[in-house]
């Protein structure tokens, strides 16, 4: 092993770990389960890869939560964070008040999106953009006389957030049965998942019928009663699912044709994941409203936000009237002073051309050989956001009955292995910094292999797989 790197935390892991469980209640956590596993201790990262407090290193497959776009340990985040803190550490964009962050990443942020998307307004994460955009679709169709088009069309096995609004848009039916969601008014159609729900056709035709599901909604319902859809350009926390080419395109059409805005999450898919700026772009569909977070500060800072089309900008100016919304961190000078080196750093040092132009393919090459393992059905990726689904039966790609079970065991092994991958029931998905070199795909891909290999074993020895 390499020299250990040096740790500002001195506390014992064992320590950390007992405080942790005593004191510290998890996201997306069984507490239960975690007392018995025990916390990993995360405290460094440079480049692609994290320590944790024993020294352990990982290769972070996952980005941290689909979010350190330019990598760890990038110092001039730091420096920009501290002028910014001794400068204006905090001031409120409300009642007729801005400040320099602010104006120059909204510029920024304008400039970088697709044309025609030239407002922002900011948040402090992706959750709550997209509780503005619930807000905002409502108080725009209201102001123009419509308030009756408060209806959103979402998806299921979309992720939108977990907040009360943002966890309703979502389609994620183990999050709606806690807590009695969805919110009024928030509809789910199928999602447009090939693999998983569409074999018998061919990509193109179910990639067209899923699309349509939104023209059944709008017959249904009337289009005086839809105000909007919502979809990730790729679903991310759903297990990569890459829409076939004639879907967006579709959903587009829709919308134009029945006076429905159209919001792209771009909270994964944005800030270079795909290869460009938004992954809209890639799909070639123009949004009204694009939601933002992780990526844009690469996870050094939270902060999210909704951008804007001019078309809704201007309609609410002429209209008139306060907006009755708004968050105390909305555009924090803070996170927007790292917000804006951390576009810097991914524009001057060509981080998304390169993932376009070379990344991406090699990325896909080595993904695809993963295609041939035994315990894999599909593999597949899009730029730097890939998927391995699981299958017990190579010939018939059918899924595991006990599903989710093969999916964690591959993950455990990963993890052992130094490699953070995470499981999406039976999907083991991928999402590295944008920054990951050619070798260190190799070095991904290999551990991959490796694992799955060990996996297969111990699929076998537990009975779940065919000798
Ligand atoms: N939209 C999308 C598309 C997301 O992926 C959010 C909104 C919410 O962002 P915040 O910043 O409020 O978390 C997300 C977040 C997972 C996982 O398990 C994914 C997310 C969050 C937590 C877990 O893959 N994505």
Same mark, same amino acid.
């Given at each position: 092993m390499v020299n250990p790197p040096p740790m500002t935390n001195q506390k014992p892991t064992k320590i950390l770990q007992e405080l942790d469980l005593t004191h510290h209640l998890h996201p997306f956590t069984d507490q239960k389960e975690l007392r018995s596993q025990k916390p990993r201790i995360i405290v460094r990262g440079e480049g692609i890869y994290i320590y944790d407090n024993d020294g352990k290193k990982y290769l972070d497959g996952m980005a941290g939560l689909w979010c350190v776009n330019i990598g760890y340990g990038r110092s001039e985040l730091a420096i920009a964070a501290k002028k910014q803190m001794e400068e204006l550490p905090y001031y409120n964009t409300f009642f007729q008040t801005s400040h320099p962050p602010a104006i120059e990443l909204a510029t920024k942020l304008a400039l970088l999106?697709? =044309? &025609?998307? !030239?407002h922002v307004f900011f948040s402090g994460s992706g959750s709550e953009a997209n509780e503005t955009n619930i807000r905002l679709v409502r108080h725009y169709w209201t102001s123009l006389g419509m308030p009756e088009k408060s209806v959103i069309v979402s998806r299921k096995n979309?992720?939108?957030?977990?907040s009360m609004g943002a966890a309703s848009l979502g389609g994620m039916h183990t999050m709606h049965a806690q807590g009695g969601l969805p919110i009024p008014d928030i509809i789910h159609i199928n999602q447009p998942y090939w693999y998983g =729900? &569409?074999? !018998?056709?061919?990509p193109d035709e179910f990639g067209l019928m899923k699309a349509r599901e939104l023209k059944d909604v709008i017959e249904k319902?009337?289009?005086?009663r839809i105000g909007a859809f919502i979809g990730e350009p790729i679903q991310g926390a759903g297990g990569v699912i890459i829409p076939p080419d004639t879907y967006w395109p579709e959903i587009e059409r829709i919308c134009r044709e029945s006076d429905i805005l159209l919001i792209v999450d771009e909270v994964i898919c944005g800030f270079g994941r795909l290869g460009s700026w938004f992954g809209c772009q890639q799909y070639g569909v123009k949004p009204d409203i694009i939601t933002i977070a992780k990526g844009m500060s690469s996870g050094y800072q939270p902060i999210g936000g909704s951008i804007v089309s001019t078309k809704i900008a201007a309609t609410l100016e002429q209209k008139g009237g306060e907006f009755n919304h708004g968050y105390t961190y909305s555009a924090h000078p803070v996170s927007a002073a790292v917000s804006l080196e951390n576009l810097r750093i991914l524009e001057e040092e060509n981080i998304i051309e390169k993932v376009n132009s070379h990344t991406a393919k090699y990325m896909a090459k080595k993904w695809h050989a993963?295609?041939?393992?035994?315990?894999?059905?599909e593999a597949r990726v899009n730029g730097l956001m890939g998927a391995l689904e699981l299958t017990p039966d190579k010939s018939s790609k059918s899924p595991f009955t006990d599903s989710g079970h093969a999916g964690i065991i591959t993950r455990n092994i990963c993890l052992n292995h130094g490699l953070i991958m995470r499981a999406v029931e039976d999907k083991m998905i991928i999402s590295p910094p944008l920054i990951i070199k050619a070798s260190e795909i190799d070095e991904l891909t290999n551990i991959v292999w490796t694992c799955l290999d060990k996996s297969q074993k111990e699929l076998k020895q537990k009975g779940l797989l065919a000798s």
């Amino acid at each position: 092993m390499v020299n250990p790197p040096p740790m500002t935390n001195q506390k014992p892991t064992k320590i950390l770990q007992e405080l942790d469980l005593t004191h510290h209640l998890h996201p997306f956590t069984d507490q239960k389960e975690l007392r018995s596993q025990k916390p990993r201790i995360i405290v460094r990262g440079e480049g692609i890869y994290i320590y944790d407090n024993d020294g352990k290193k990982y290769l972070d497959g996952m980005a941290g939560l689909w979010c350190v776009n330019i990598g760890y340990g990038r110092s001039e985040l730091a420096i920009a964070a501290k002028k910014q803190m001794e400068e204006l550490p905090y001031y409120n964009t409300f009642f007729q008040t801005s400040h320099p962050p602010a104006i120059e990443l909204a510029t920024k942020l304008a400039l970088l999106a697709p =044309e &025609g998307l !030239d407002h922002v307004f900011f948040s402090g994460s992706g959750s709550e953009a997209n509780e503005t955009n619930i807000r905002l679709v409502r108080h725009y169709w209201t102001s123009l006389g419509m308030p009756e088009k408060s209806v959103i069309v979402s998806r299921k096995n979309s992720y939108h957030g977990s907040s009360m609004g943002a966890a309703s848009l979502g389609g994620m039916h183990t999050m709606h049965a806690q807590g009695g969601l969805p919110i009024p008014d928030i509809i789910h159609i199928n999602q447009p998942y090939w693999y998983g =729900e &569409g074999k !018998d056709v061919t990509p193109d035709e179910f990639g067209l019928m899923k699309a349509r599901e939104l023209k059944d909604v709008i017959e249904k319902y009337g289009r005086e009663r839809i105000g909007a859809f919502i979809g990730e350009p790729i679903q991310g926390a759903g297990g990569v699912i890459i829409p076939p080419d004639t879907y967006w395109p579709e959903i587009e059409r829709i919308c134009r044709e029945s006076d429905i805005l159209l919001i792209v999450d771009e909270v994964i898919c944005g800030f270079g994941r795909l290869g460009s700026w938004f992954g809209c772009q890639q799909y070639g569909v123009k949004p009204d409203i694009i939601t933002i977070a992780k990526g844009m500060s690469s996870g050094y800072q939270p902060i999210g936000g909704s951008i804007v089309s001019t078309k809704i900008a201007a309609t609410l100016e002429q209209k008139g009237g306060e907006f009755n919304h708004g968050y105390t961190y909305s555009a924090h000078p803070v996170s927007a002073a790292v917000s804006l080196e951390n576009l810097r750093i991914l524009e001057e040092e060509n981080i998304i051309e390169k993932v376009n132009s070379h990344t991406a393919k090699y990325m896909a090459k080595k993904w695809h050989a993963l295609g041939e393992h035994p315990l894999v059905g599909e593999a597949r990726v899009n730029g730097l956001m890939g998927a391995l689904e699981l299958t017990p039966d190579k010939s018939s790609k059918s899924p595991f009955t006990d599903s989710g079970h093969a999916g964690i065991i591959t993950r455990n092994i990963c993890l052992n292995h130094g490699l953070i991958m995470r499981a999406v029931e039976d999907k083991m998905i991928i999402s590295p910094p944008l920054i990951i070199k050619a070798s260190e795909i190799d070095e991904l891909t290999n551990i991959v292999w490796t694992c799955l290999d060990k996996s297969q074993k111990e699929l076998k020895q537990k009975g779940l797989l065919a000798s």
